[in-house]
């Protein structure tokens, strides 16, 4: 399946901590990649790897995944995490094709 | 600072080819994959195709038989041909730099360069 499904939305009051996952059977092979977008701008990378921050990006952001089903963490989520979040991977064809999972918004109270 | 830059025709009308090209500023062009990424209005992302220095491509199956992907190594630059266009292809095109390897028994993919975006409108 090429599949990666995220839950459309997810709300966190200032300061406490968010969980967002990711489905999809090429999770079994592929690191999951976070990314972050704020309305009208271009995605940043936030989360790659096993759990790897690229540089500039707080410490508060962290990734984990086990079989197929991967999720970002916010802990001590701030105003400005506010965008949505989308996780990638390629496909579990063979062909490594790449996905974009569905999406979630996080609103931050 | 590695920047990506990108530009193209921003308004075209039904059956015409969009055309747009990245150029890569202040990085190594060989080392990694140059992708290409839509985004159509309130929607998500949607993974075009991708290019390596070589000028092997690899494709989304539902745009193939419309893309060309294509590469200028002597101008760190790649580009974008979408033939046949109609108002389901208006969205932000965005070109990126992707990694890709394998890490024990995991692939890993990322991109971590992104371009801009470039708006594009198709209509009569």
């Known amino acids: 399946s090429s599949e990666l499904t995220q839950d459309p939305a997810v709300s966190v009051a200032l300061g406490q901590t968010v969980r967002i996952t990711c489905q999809g059977d090429?999770?079994?092979?592929?690191?999951p990649t976070w990314y972050q977008q704020k309305p009208g701008q271009a995605p940043i990378l936030v989360i790659y790897?096993?759990?790897t921050r690229p540089s500039g990006i707080p410490d508060r952001f962290s990734g984990s995944s086990s079989g197929n089903t991967a999720s970002l963490t916010i802990t001590g989520a701030q105003a400005e995490d506010e965008a949505d979040y989308y996780c990638s991977s390629r496909d579990s064809s063979g062909h490594h094709l790449g996905v974009f999972g569905t999406g979630t918004k996080v609103t931050v109270l | 600072q590695v920047q990506l830059q990108q530009w193209g025709a921003g308004l075209l009308k039904p059956s015409e080819t969009l055309s747009l090209t990245c150029a890569e500023y202040g990085g190594s062009f060989s080392d990694y994959y140059w992708s290409w990424i839509r985004q159509p209005p309130g929607k998500g992302l949607e993974w075009i195709g991708e290019i390596n220095h070589s000028g092997s491509t690899t494709y989304n199956p539902s745009l193939k038989s419309r893309v060309t992907i294509s590469i200028d190594t002597s101008k760190n630059q790649f580009s974008l041909k979408l033939s046949s266009v109609t108002a389901a292809d208006t969205a932000v095109y965005y070109c990126a730099r992707a990694v890709r390897g394998i890490s024990i028994y995991f692939y890993y993919s990322y991109m971590d360069v992104w371009g801009k975006g470039t708006t594009v409108s198709v209509s009569s």
């Open positions: 790897g096993k759990n």
């Open positions: 090429s999770l079994r092979n592929y690191f």
